[in-house]
């Protein structure tokens, strides 16, 4: 929750070779009564030139600021213009948000794309890239097509908004799904800044707050990969990107997978990154080591935006980092490995290697699985961190050990020699089940001769899901099932003297929303394999890179320090498990606009030994909004618990100002489990 920018590697720059002109607020009409705020980086020089459109909903004002000013002025600085623009009621902005990706945010999309275009300081030539929704909206916007769009890049996105999303994996419902769907309702209850749109700032705050949907909601309503979730999903048909696609993520991210579905499908140029980072921009991401993002990103830009473009290609290249074995420890800076810069794929040089399931751990020999069986305690996974972590520290999961213990545990032998992992692990695995509902969780780690357990790699089935997304089907009693599971894209070197492990765990909490029952699982009699993909040539292709560079930091003054706090109990006598979260992200004042913010984030889960259907969320969001003697405050609090049948949503809004509450609503809901 607190993106580290101060990474020890990062150096500063001030100078660049153009002065900057910038506009803080820039007033795009994209229909006849919306106009969004957009806030325009262009070098002042009189030549026209290309532009790089990032549009999200994170108001460019306060949220992302001291991102934006750490990227943005150093495009404009070397000669390409750029717009952050709010979303469509967001920040600044006029209208409603009413859901994630809608066709109407990428028309927004287009229109802004097309003013762009169209300015006398601008060459014709746009550019789209973004973070995470940001990321996504370059994707699908790419996908559309609009003339005037020449090259994204996008950063820690999906191709597959069910299974590489927060809502959804494999048909296991992610407390993402809840907790994003607060966050998002939370984000959309803010007023714009009255120093931006005057006097009106009022009757737009309420306007957002009369139609605040609860985005969870609609995303508990489709349960499977339905239409819903196919629209704004790349991988529905990869052959509509026609135009450079660069793709970034981190091995600490969730949105790996990406990457290789978009090597291996797009028809024209990528180029991949992958370092070590979690959900950040790489050059301000934790742990490192990073690389000149800035740099290469700005290459990028002048040559598929320029007046003389480079030809169009089919290149597939990627700079990646292949992380060596380490102790874990979610709070490091920067991890050691070795950075790989490859000019094909998939590689020449990669194998495939195979381990089976035996009785006394993995072996190389084509073997039958032992009738052992995996049954693990609800709570299994309660140390594991965030599903999306966003920097080092507890978010970024930790020592495996704890986990593994609740786990069925499959070890190699000792290595001898180093081995690369790199690419998606896949197990294949032939099980029987003692009820018709329950989830299998694998997990790929490496051991180290202390015994601590480094995770490498999650794969995660909802097993009604086992034959696909669309359809459940409930597991049968007792009959064998045979199945197969493809692993997160992993990058990793296991060092001589460690081991490889598989652990399997019917629970992940609270990554993973309970089934209905918590099954028994037994082996069959036949063999259960995990295949490695591995880089024969391991020294090949190894490269060092430069260290990233970032403009200076914003001018900000912090009134109170941004803390977080995250504690696991037991309760002996209820038998009962709770995670508390409390991220403090501190009081804020811009000194660039004096505006004064404030947020505080509160999450806890509950649950008892033996009871999956005892699983409880609980979510808020504060935010404090000042200047002057102008002061607002929101208040978002939610819960969901099930039963058998149904999830049950509630949430309350609140929204005060000058101290005194001028608005109040509640959500209750009750939605059909599928599963």
């Not at 629970?507 to 259960?528: Q, R």
Request: proline share 7%; glycine share 6%.
């Amino acid at each position: 929750m607190f993106p580290d920018m101060n990474s020890p590697e990062l150096v500063i720059v001030s100078d660049t070779p153009y002065t900057v002109i910038d506009q803080p607020t820039e007033w795009i009409s994209v229909s006849k009564d919306i106009q969004l705020a957009a806030r325009l980086w262009r070098p002042d020089i009189t030549v026209p030139v290309p532009v790089v459109v990032e549009i999200i909903p994170y108001r460019r004002q306060d949220g992302t600021l001291p991102i934006d000013e750490r990227m943005h002025p150093y495009w404009a600085g070397h000669g390409v213009a750029t717009l952050r623009v709010d979303l469509r009621g967001c920040g600044d902005s006029d209208g409603i948000l009413e859901d994630e990706y809608l066709k109407l945010e990428q028309d927004d999309a287009i229109a802004v794309i097309k003013w762009a275009a169209k300015q006398p300081w601008c060459n014709g030539n746009v550019g789209m890239t973004g973070l995470s929704w940001g990321g996504f909206a370059a994707l699908q916007v790419a996908a559309r097509r609009p003339k005037a769009l020449k090259a994204i890049i996008a950063i820690g996105a999906t191709v597959d908004r069910y299974n590489d999303d927060v809502h959804y994996k494999n048909g296991c419902l992610l407390n993402e799904n809840f907790g994003w769907g607060t966050s998002l309702t939370a984000f959309t209850s803010r007023p714009p800044d009255p120093s931006v749109v005057g006097k009106k700032w009022r009757s737009m705050w309420l306007n957002r707050l009369e139609n605040l949907k609860f985005f969870a909601v609609e995303w508990f309503q489709h349960q499977t990969r339905d239409d819903y979730w196919k629209h704004g999903s790349i991988c529905e048909n990869f052959d509509a990107i026609e135009i450079p696609v660069m793709i970034i993520s981190g091995w600490n991210d969730l949105y790996v997978n990406a990457l290789p579905a978009l090597m291996d499908n797009l028809k024209g140029r990528c180029h991949a990154v992958c370092g070590p980072w979690a959900h950040h921009f790489p050059h301000l991401g934790t742990p490192g080591p990073s690389y000149d993002y800035l740099g290469s990103s700005l290459a990028w830009w002048r040559q598929w935006l320029s007046d003389e473009p480079a030809r169009l290609g089919t290149e597939k290249t990627h700079l990646t980092f292949i992380k060596d074995s380490s102790m874990p420890n979610p709070f490091v800076m920067t991890v050691a490995g070795r950075w790989i810069d490859d000019q094909t794929w998939p590689l020449p040089s990669n194998t495939m290697s195979h381990l089976y399931m035996a009785k006394a751990g993995l072996t190389s020999k084509a073997v039958d699985a032992p009738p052992v069986q995996i049954h693990s305690p609800v709570d299994t996974g309660a140390m594991a961190g965030e599903w999306v972590p966003h920097c080092s520290g507890a978010e970024v999961a930790g020592c495996q050990r704890l986990t593994d213990a609740q786990s069925t545990c499959f070890d190699g032998d000792i290595l001898d020699q180093a081995i690369d992992v790199f690419g998606c692990p896949e197990i294949t695995i032939s099980l029987q089940s003692n009820s018709t509902t329950g989830h299998l969780i694998v997990r790929l780690c490496d051991v180290a001769p202390s015994g601590s357990s480094e995770l490498i790699s999650i794969g995660v089935l909802n097993l009604t899901h086992r034959n696909g997304n669309e359809n459940p089907i409930p597991m049968p009693v007792g009959e064998t099932q045979s199945l197969q599971l493809r692993l997160d894209y992993a990058g990793h070197r296991f060092l001589p003297g460690h081991k490889i492990r598989i652990a399997l765990s019917t629970a992940y909490w609270p990554f993973i929303w309970p089934a209905v029952e918590n099954p028994v699982l037994t082996l069959a009699k036949k063999p259960a394999c995990l295949s490695l993909p591995g880089r024969q040539k391991q020294e090949e292709g190894s490269v060092q890179v430069n260290p990233p560079i970032a403009p200076p930091a914003s001018a900000l003054t912090e009134k109170r320090v941004p803390q977080s706090k995250r504690q696991v109990t037991h309760d002996m006598h209820q038998g009962k498990t709770s995670l508390t979260i409390r991220d403090d992200l501190g009081e804020v004042v811009f000194e660039a606009h004096g505006l004064v913010t404030s947020a505080v984030k509160y999450e806890s889960y509950e649950i008892t030994a033996g009871d999956p259907l005892s699983s409880q969320a609980r979510f808020g969001w504060e935010f404090e909004y000042s200047r002057d003697d102008w002061a607002v405050r929101t208040v978002t609090e939610t819960q969901l618990m099930c039963d058998h049948y149904y999830y049950f949503l509630t949430a309350t809004v609140r929204a005060y100002e000058q101290g005194k509450q001028v608005f109040e609503r509640t959500f209750d809901h009750k939605i059909a489990r599928m599963c």
